[in-house]
């Protein structure tokens, strides 16, 4: 789910959600949830963050066609 215009504000929210369902399933069930609920959070920044998209050629694939210059 990459980050668009308002997106910001989304992944806010989903995280201050997920905090407060961690939050009150730990004082109800007086269970340990705000460790699964980091896992989750990361998980939700990580796919937020856009991916710069790789140009052909780069990455060190010499099999791009591009030829590599020896010199003498």
């Known amino acids: ?3 668009h215009r308002g997106g910001r ?3 806010g ?3 201050a959600l997920l905090l407060d369902g961690a939050s ?5 069930l ?3 949830t705000l460790a699964t609920a980091a896992a989750i959070a990361a998980v939700l920044v ?3 963050i856009p991916t710069a998209a ?3 050629g780069a ?3 010499q099999s791009a066609g591009q030829a590599t210059h020896t010199p003498a």
């Open 1 to 3: 789910m990459p980050v």
């Open 9 to 11: 504000r989304q992944l």
């Open 13 to 15: 929210e989903q995280l």
């Open 24 to 28: 009150a399933r730990s004082r109800v």
């Open 30 to 32: 007086n269970t340990e």
């Open 46 to 48: 990580d796919n937020a």
């Open 54 to 56: 790789v140009p052909a």
């Open 59 to 61: 990455g060190g694939n």
